[in-house]
């Protein structure tokens, strides 16, 4: 079964499928890093006390750190 969550529901260890934005307005930073529709994302660890996620990404296996807020607007299909 697939579920649509944003990515800042994602545990550390958990992988996902990006599909999509919640928002119109996307910060053009995650768009230009290639956090795009079809990518799939890890969640490598997260900040304490609800703080950023340090995620891996792509098929190069790239890693940022996205603020909640960010990744609130990155919606994820789990499965």
Known sequence: ML???SL???KPTQEAKVIGF???DIPTKI???GIVPGVFVKVKRQAP???PL???YGKEK???MLR???ADCILIEMQ
């Open 3 to 5: 579920t649509n969550k």
């Open 8 to 10: 800042s529901f994602l």
């Open 22 to 24: 919640s928002e119109d």
């Open 31 to 33: 768009l230009e890093m």
């Open 49 to 51: 006390w609800n703080g």
């Open 54 to 56: 340090f995620i891996e």
């Open 62 to 64: 790239s890693t940022i």
């Open 68 to 70: 909640k807020e960010e």
